[in-house]
């Protein structure tokens, strides 16, 4: 019989994900994370369900404490780029740092269990031409997640499975309801489960990082206004910057060293290149030479041609077919290839 673990949030896609296994013959193992204390589904009234669903589909249930590895890799590494003037993306070292690896490390020291599976929306492929497994964006196109997914190792791809990647969300809710499982009617999760526990990402940094009141600027440098903290802003940012003036400010710039917010109108906002660090390539070997794709620089905006020309050091710069808006250090590019991801790394500066 196939073994696999299964990641447990307690919420309904990983749910569906455990029983879905379990129902096609695998001897499945519930594995919960215990990241932090409050609210969240990655937290204690997740850990609850999660065991319930277990409970109900009469597979074992185990609990991991992996708090001072959420603490370090996560809430540290936020709270150090924020404080840098940085936008950091959590969920994408998160999956790779505090779930994926060690929860794939853990089975296989624990029960000789090469496979995990979880409840994302992405699929993976192994293609034999290049010898390389491949990671495909969701069926549903409206929940793929594969673009947090980008920094998964090729051993991390060989040992996942994501029973979710070819459902429409819709199914997954139906499955659930087939199931008759708990998670069934339970609501999405909209936010970080930072944010879900502690209210907003402003209470959540403000908890590490002591508020400092400082000048937003323009681009020459003239006081328009005071700010609380440079890490209330993020590039792009139009909302809530507290200046008025003629034409809409969109934030441009983060000045940590002294305390700055840099404002300006969308076009000053808007960047033709940038270059990329800490590059993971995935379903392609490393060019070596510029190649065109795709890039997607955040979950939610579409991909965009770009010429990728490789650097050293695992570097890459991009140079976009038409400048974009609201390129954030801190943020992730991912590139694709049509459905399958070709690789990402971390937005590093502007190119100007």
């Not at 659930?176 to 970080?192: G, H, I, R, V």
């Not at 030479?289 to 990728?308: C, E, H, M, N």
Request: net charge neutral; charged share 20%; aromatic share 8%.
């Amino acid at each position: 019989m196939n073994r696999v673990v299964v990641g447990l949030s307690g919420g309904v896609d990983s749910s569906v994900a455990a029983a879905t296994l379990h129902h096609q013959g695998y001897e499945v193992i519930g594995l919960t994370l215990w990241l932090m204390k409050g609210k969240g589904q990655c937290c204690s009234e997740g850990m609850v369900d999660a065991a319930f669903i277990c409970e109900q589909l009469g597979i074992p249930h185990h609990i991991v404490d992996s708090r001072d590895l959420f603490q370090t890799n996560i809430i540290d590494y936020l709270v150090s780029g924020y404080e840098a003037g940085i936008t950091p993306l959590p969920c994408s070292q998160c999956n790779k740092a505090v779930k994926f690896r060690p929860m794939l490390a853990y089975s296989r020291q624990t029960w000789g269990i090469d496979k995990i599976a979880t409840g994302h929306y992405a699929r993976i492929r192994y293609d034999r031409a290049s010898g390389r497994y491949q990671l495909l964006r969701a069926v549903d196109l409206t929940k793929d997640q594969s673009y947090f997914l980008y920094d998964l190792t090729q051993d991390l791809l060989a040992g996942s499975i994501f029973p979710l990647g070819e459902l429409k969300k819709t199914e997954t809710r139906r499955l659930a309801a087939q199931y008759n499982l708990k998670t069934a009617d339970k609501p999405e999760s909209q936010d970080l489960c930072l944010v879900e526990s502690h209210g907003s990402m402003q209470q959540f940094l403000d908890r590490y990082i002591t508020p400092t009141q400082g000048d937003i600027v323009d681009l020459d440098g003239k006081v328009l206004g005071q700010h609380n903290g440079v890490h209330h802003y993020t590039i792009g940012q139009r909302k809530g910057i507290g200046v008025a003036a003629k034409e809409p400010l969109y934030v441009i710039a983060l000045d940590s060293v002294k305390n700055r917010v840099i404002v300006g109108d969308r076009t000053k906002a808007t960047q033709p290149e940038c270059t990329v660090s800490r590059v993971n390539w995935v379903s392609i070997h490393p060019p070596t030479t510029p190649i065109q794709a795709s890039a997607q620089v955040r979950y939610r905006s579409a991909p965009v041609p770009v010429t990728v020309i490789p650097l050293e050091d695992c570097r890459l710069k991009l140079i976009f077919d038409e400048p974009q808006f609201s390129i954030t250090p801190g943020q992730a590019a991912v590139l694709y290839d049509g459905d399958i991801l070709l690789g990402g790394g971390i937005i590093e500066q502007f190119l100007t």
